[in-house]
């Protein structure tokens, strides 16, 4: 195992990911350097504050990606998507490949890049899965240890606006009895942290993350005892799905496969043995924001950007 003391730059960590993998690696001992483009964010300096040390630039500044990359032992590599409305999805190609290609200038010994579950060898057809087949393409053929993550959809993402909480309903992808695997956001820097930890057995492996499999009887069921009260799950209706074609595809990736999640739940419990469940997410980290999801109304936003 790996002498902890070491520093790791994180990409994206004022967000979700990035910001789950920063807290991860300072807890673990580790040095973060942090890519921010603002230092003056509130984000920015609660990082700070943890013990992290900010460099100022962007995804498209060589020169300040160098700066961060400059004796750093290892990478953490994620970029927004599509969906966001922030980028396109050759935006985040660039991005993805610039930084890897980076990280192999600098001499970083370790990149982990994190890709998205339902992204395999093959083209799904949706520009922001795509762009992560094309990002781990090149990144394999790079000369740097290099592991690929491939996280399912977060847990988090289920208390936006727009599936139907605040109104006593949850909508989703799934038919009641189809299942899925999803992932908390605060295990994906428990799976990390380990993974730099432990380069002999990670690196040159891509494998999938989660942290639990539910079908949408079982988020009727852990939805209604955490709000103490009905929430009935149904799929999205056709007229929902007619209406968005990003809400389609994906809802057709989840009936073909690669949405469904594939995760061994069973391994991935041994890197990270705290891994939370939905249960537990509710009960735990996520109680807040699903209380808040309860009385909050809005459209489901994203992807139409
Ligand atoms: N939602 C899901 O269920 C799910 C599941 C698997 C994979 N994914 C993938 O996760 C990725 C997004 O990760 P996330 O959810 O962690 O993102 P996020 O929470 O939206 O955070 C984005 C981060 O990237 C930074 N950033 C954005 N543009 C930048 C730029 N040009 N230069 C430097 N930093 C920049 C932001 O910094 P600022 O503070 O400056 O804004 C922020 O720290 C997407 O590729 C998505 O496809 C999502």
Known sequence: MLNSKQSIVVFGATGQ???????????????????????????????????????????????????????????????????????????????????????????????????????????TGMGHFDSKMRIEAHIRKLPIKATIIRPVAFIDMLVMPGFGLDEGRFNFFMHPEQSIQLLAVEDIGKFVEPIFADPNRFGARTFEIASDTVTGKDLEALFSQAAGRPIAYSRFTDEVLEASPFLASLTALLDEGPLAGHADLN????????????????????????????????TWAYGRG
């Open 267 to 298: 391994a991935l419990r041994e890197i990270n043995p705290a891994m939370q469940s939905v249960r537990e997410w509710l009960a735990g980290t996520g109680r807040d924001s699903f209380v808040r999801a309860l009385g909050t109304e809005g």
């Open 17 to 123: 990911q990035g910001g789950s993998v920063a807290k991860a690696l300072l807890n673990a001992g580790w040095r973060v350097r942090a890519l921010v483009r603002d230092p003056t964010s509130a984000k920015a300096i609660t990082l700070r504050d943890a013990g992290a040390e900010l460099v100022q630039g962007s995804y498209a500044d060589t020169n300040a990606i160098q700066t961060a990359m400059r004796g750093a032992y290892g990478v953490f590599s994620v970029q927004q998507s599509s969906p966001s409305g922030e980028v396109t999805d050759e935006e985040e190609v660039r991005f993805g490949i610039a930084i890897a290609d980076l990280a192999v200038a600098c001499g970083v010994t370790h990149l982990v890049y994190s890709s998205g579950g339902a992204v395999s060898d093959r083209p």
